[in-house]
């Protein structure tokens, strides 16, 4: 059960199924899907002569070229196969699909081929992003593509049609049926399980895999059962470049960085190519190490060159950066150090800039100890601090929120008048109440904060992993107790009940389902995962290949979410909500905690105002979204 194998699997048969030269066209679906597990030049070496997007008309027509087509069988990608079968550019089209078509799309397929020009049509089942050997993304945008529907408890129709197919072809491309576990608190999750077990069943066929020993189990879990993980600043290398640059389909734009040399502009980061041997090493390496192993790469790189003595002065990013500039035979041979010295100069920066060490202390706190009087303290000190950016105040102000809500004496109301005072607009302030009503302690389904459970080591199939801890590494997704214990048989029906295809005589799952330990898990989490969770999931693999353990996890997510885009799918959600949803719930503190905070101005709820304002806050972000894309 292995992501890269199993994309590599279809990408050969794309590309060496077909003899001769040939051209490529793509959709903008399918371009990401290949980029993230090979290269361009890669491509090219398979007689590729072209490679473009199926909707560009204006391509040359080379009519003595046979052409390949992979892409989404969306409608509007469908519509442009049609357009391009009715006119031709080459002599032959071989068409594949990213998932299953319909019975429609095969017949108006099949009319516009008026030349006979498609000599072959197949399905790949490659309808996912794949961002590891046990990661991977549907490359939802949350901001762009609504996840819900007019409530927080439904879908919207499109996005739960894609999430069932882009799951199922998941299932086939790794030729798995899987038991069905979703968290019952969470009806989207239900409804996610109906229409997966709806699509096994109608294509059975497709389905009828050769009996292997262990029944995988796929886990069914909501964003909103964990909304702290995303909110925290991270510490390894990986998810600090999503948290604080962005990481797009394993790409870094620092397109609006200053003093970056037009070559490093645009980098690329990924797991899935043997390309990056330091990034495959040092992704999950905390920030502390980060500067003592990329300086050991330089010297290694200086050392290939013939390098002198000059390697021991360098002691710090500038330096490395100097060195790097100085050296052209080094810049040609070690394009990679010269990418991770840039990007951990531009990390180290900006920990400094956004005050990240004073902030995430006090994050891990309040997502991982519980002591409300100085929290709250913390709280009022960063708040009133000129250096803190808005958006770590927010974030700040929502954990505090969740971690103390159900506390009686909690001055929630006072932490978002005192936001209020400090001028951070009405619209992000609101997400704090916006948080408490879609994913507060009434919404979630597990104590998040219960640390006699959530962080005992005890009881934790990670224990050990992350090495010496340290104040900004307590946190641990809560997603790594829930998997820990579905693999030793004790996740509680209550809590997560099965679902699977059943024969029609058994219409009910049995009841060993419940205490099955199941050796392969997919786990799939609604709203989007994050690289933290990511990073859990990769070390406990590693460290069941050293017991000998045949088991292993998979992980993946509509998206994956950093901090910023976490808070923006909510605000973006809350928009289609009823205004209920930008109102304080209960337990949000007194009078007297108002006193706490001094005399602070309250938040005027009017919704029609603050959903204006958030309306046009995301659509700023999806302008950025799709500024940033590379394609």
Not at 232 to 251: C, F, P, R
Not at 510 to 530: K, L, N, W
Not at 616 to 622: L, Y
Request: hydrophobic letters at 35%.
């Amino acid at each position: 059960m292995k992501l890269i194998e199993a994309s590599h699997n279809y990408l050969d048969k794309l590309l060496n199924d077909v003899i001769g030269i040939k051209s490529l066209l793509l959709d903008s679906t399918t371009i990401s899907y290949i980029s993230s597990i090979t290269s361009q030049t890669n491509i090219l070496n398979k007689e590729i002569y072209l490679i473009d997007k199926i909707g560009n008309r204006n391509r040359q027509r080379i009519s003595h070229l046979k052409c390949i087509v992979f892409v989404t069988p969306t409608a509007q990608s469908i519509d442009n196969l049609c357009l391009e079968l009715s006119n031709p550019l080459y002599s032959q089209y071989y068409l594949y699909f990213s998932n299953t078509l319909t019975k429609y799309q095969i017949e108006i397929l099949a009319s516009s081929d008026t030349y006979s020009v498609v000599k072959e049509c197949q399905e790949l089942f490659l309808d996912y992003l794949t961002l590891s050997d046990c990661l991977f993304s549907l490359n939802f945008i949350p901001t762009k593509h609504n996840l819900y529907s007019t409530n927080p408890d439904a879908w919207n129709n499109h996005s739960l049609n894609s999430t069932t197919n882009s799951l199922t072809a998941l299932l086939l491309s790794l030729k798995r049926k899987p038991i069905i576990r979703y968290q019952s608190s969470s009806n989207l999750c239900k409804s996610l399980a109906d229409s997966i077990t709806h699509n096994i069943n109608t294509e059975s066929q497709l389905f009828n895999f050769r009996s292997s020993q262990s029944t995988p189990t796929l886990l069914l879990c909501d964003r909103t059962n964990d909304p702290v993980t995303p909110l925290l600043s991270q510490w390894t290398y990986q998810a600090m470049v999503h948290d604080l640059i962005g990481l797009e389909n394993d790409k870094v734009d620092l397109r609006a960085f200053d003093n970056i040399s037009p070559s490093q502009k645009q980098l690329l980061l990924s797991l899935t190519s043997d390309n990056d041997s330091f990034y495959t090493r040092n992704a999950f390496a905390n920030f502390g190490d980060l500067g003592a192993n990329v300086k050991q790469y330089v010297s290694d790189y200086q050392a290939k060159i013939g390098g002198n003595d000059s390697v021991k002065n360098i002691e710090t990013i500038s330096d490395m950066k100097k060195f790097v500039e100085s050296y052209p035979e080094m810049k040609k041979l070690g394009n990679n150090v010269s990418k991770h010295v840039t990007l951990i100069g531009e990390l180290s920066k900006l920990v400094d800039d956004k005050k990240l060490l004073q902030v995430s202390e006090l994050e891990q706190s309040l997502a991982s100890n519980e002591s409300h009087s100085s929290d709250l303290r913390a709280i009022k000190e960063m708040i009133d601090s000129p250096d803190i950016p808005q958006e770590s105040k927010v974030r700040l102000s929502i954990l505090y929120a969740l971690r103390y809500q159900k506390m009686p004496s909690n001055a929630i109301q006072a932490v978002v008048s005192q936001l209020l005072q400090q001028g951070i607009p009405q619209h992000r302030v609101a997400l704090v109440y916006v948080m408490l009503n879609l994913a507060g302690a009434d919404k979630r389904q597990d104590d998040l904060f219960m640390n006699d459970n959530f962080f005992s080591r005890g009881r934790s199939a990670l224990k050990g992993l992350q090495g010496v801890e340290n104040v900004y590494t307590q946190h641990t997704p809560h997603l790594s107790q829930t998997v820990d214990l579905l693999m030793k048989g004790r996740l509680k029906e209550s809590s997560y009940p099965a679902m699977a295809p059943f024969s029609p005589t058994q219409q009910q799952p049995d009841a060993s389902v419940y205490t099955y330990r199941p050796q392969e898990v997919i786990v799939f989490i609604v709203g989007g995962t994050t690289y933290e969770e990511a990073r859990s999931v990769t070390l406990l693999n590693e460290q069941m290949a050293k017991e000998g353990s045949a088991s292993r996890v998979i992980l993946g997510g509509n998206t994956v979410l950093n901090s910023r885009q976490f808070l923006d799918m909510m605000a973006d959600a809350a928009t289609h909500f009823a205004p209920t949803v930008y109102k304080a719930p209960t337990n949000t503190g007194n009078a007297q905690n108002q006193q706490l905070l001094g005399n602070v101005p309250d938040l005027d709820i009017d919704p029609e105002r603050l959903a204006s304002a958030a309306k046009s806050w995301i659509q700023r972000v999806r302008d950025d979204i799709e500024d940033r894309i590379m394609i």
